[in-house]
């Protein structure tokens, strides 16, 4: 989503070159579920340049996309290498969520995990304004709601919200992020370099820290979506990024 301009090839190269170990196709520009030869290509593309897939970006709102939508993205994240789906949590925020709007998002979720699982992958909600995700607490809720396993969730800073109500939001739902989306907008969507809220992303690593499952940093809305900051920018998250324990099998 970073450099929509850029091939997939071409972005693959430069990402691999700014020392980014992982990366988040999306299904909107880059690899399109639709377009299988699309896909194969993405695919070889991200293992030439020494990169993984861990998730796919897809637009699937669950309440409100189809189905069958689910299964299309669901195949086309297998194609990519992906370990998991982002989807999102419906098209309304919680506040105006009806009863209905509700059940029908828990729907579509547990159908998507299903598929998902079928696939060995996994699910996880975008953690956005304007769906059933635009909380903490409504993530929880949400969670619990759909009862699977196979359901997780991403993180990005609240527009406009200060460092120490987000990183006290993350500390809440932080043992069910899997992903978190990096990016510094401040004030509003004012795109700023990542280091520019170096109180908040040294905040947000030292709670994720804390959790044993390694969660993915992805970085994203680089400033002027300018290909030639990304090395700054990467240099910027590898510092933040909190590196993930030492297995049992590494200590040998």
């Given at each position: 989503m970073t450099f929509r301009q850029l091939t997939a090839r071409r972005l693959a190269e430069r990402a691999?070159?700014?020392?980014?170990?992982?990366?988040?196709?999306?299904?909107d520009v880059h690899a399109p579920p639709s377009e299988p030869n699309v896909l194969t290509d993405v695919a070889a593309a991200t293992e030439q340049h020494g990169l993984r897939c861990h998730s796919y970006g897809s637009y699937f709102r669950a309440g409100a996309s189809p189905d069958s939508e689910a299964v299309d993205i669901v195949r086309a994240a297998a194609v990519l290498g992906a370990t998991r789906v982002r989807v999102?949590?419906?098209?309304v925020g919680t506040a105006d969520a009806s009863v209905a709007d509700t059940a029908l998002v828990v729907r579509g979720l547990r159908r998507a995990v299903e598929v998902a699982t079928d696939h060995g992958l996994e699910i996880a909600t975008e953690f956005h304004a304007g769906t059933l995700a635009d909380?903490?607490?409504?993530?929880l809720?949400?969670?619990e709601a759909v009862d699977r396993p196979g359901l997780a969730s991403y993180w990005q800073p609240?527009?406009?919200m200060g460092d120490d109500e987000a990183v006290a939001g993350l500390a809440l739902m932080a043992?069910?992020?899997v992903a978190l989306h990096a990016f510094s907008w401040w004030p509003g969507q004012e795109r700023r370099p990542?280091?520019?809220r170096d109180r908040l992303w040294r905040a947000v690593a030292e709670v994720l820290t804390q959790r044993e499952r390694d969660i993915d940093w992805l970085l994203e809305f680089v400033p002027g979506d300018d290909p030639a900051s990304l090395a700054r920018e990467a240099r910027s998250l590898r510092f933040f990024r909190p590196q993930a324990a030492p297995s049992r099998e590494d200590d040998r």
């Open positions: 691999a070159r700014a020392g980014l170990e992982v990366i988040e196709w999306g299904a999102w949590a419906g098209a909380s903490p607490e409504s993530v809720h949400l969670i609240p527009v406009g043992d069910h992020v990542l280091a520019e």
